[in-house]
C-alpha cells in the first residue's frame, strides 16, 4: 500500500511561488515514478509533471515548462513541485501520484494502477 501526502498548497497573488511536497511511504516506493497533476472546478484531471525513481529524469506537459520543475528527494521519499509565476488559471487542486515501475500503469493520460494524495488546494488571485 502506497501512501501519499501532498502539503504546501495555500492562497498567494498572480506572480508568487509556491512549494508543493509530497511525502510518500509504502512497500518499495522509492521504486515507484511519481507525478503531479491538478484539477479545476468542471475540467478533467490534468497531467502536470513526472519523475523517475532516480529523481534525474523529468518530463513535463508543454502548458507549464518553464514555470514548474518537478524534483525528488529520493532520501526521504519526497516529491516536489516548484511553481513560479503563478497564475489565477494555475488555481486548482493538486494532486500527487504514484505508479508501480513494471505493471503498464501510465501517467499521460493516467491508466491502470495508479495511487493519489488527497490533493491540495492552490488559489491564485489576481
Known amino acids: 500500500q502506497v501512501r501519499l501526502v501532498e502539503s504546501g498548497g495555500g492562497l498567494v497573488q498572480a506572480g508568487d511561488s509556491l512549494r508543493l511536497s509530497c511525502a510518500a511511504s509504502?512497500?518499495?516506493?522509492?521504486?515507484?515514478?511519481m507525478g503531479w497533476f491538478r484539477q479545476s472546478p468542471g475540467k478533467e484531471r490534468e497531467f502536470l509533471a513526472a519523475?523517475?525513481?532516480?529523481?534525474?529524469?523529468?518530463r513535463y506537459t508543454d502548458s507549464i515548462e518553464g514555470r514548474f520543475t518537478i524534483s525528488r528527494d529520493i532520501r526521504i521519499n519526497t516529491v516536489y513541485l516548484r511553481m513560479n509565476s503563478l497564475k489565477p488559471e494555475d488555481t486548482a487542486i493538486y494532486y500527487c501520484a504514484a505508479r508501480h515501475w513494471a505493471d503498464g500503469s501510465k501517467f499521460n493520460p493516467p491508466s491502470g494502477q495508479i495511487n493519489w494524495g488527497q490533493g491540495t488546494q492552490v488559489t491564485v488571485s489576481s
Open positions: 509504502g512497500r518499495a516506493v522509492s521504486n515507484y515514478p
Open positions: 519523475i523517475d525513481a532516480s529523481g534525474r529524469n523529468a
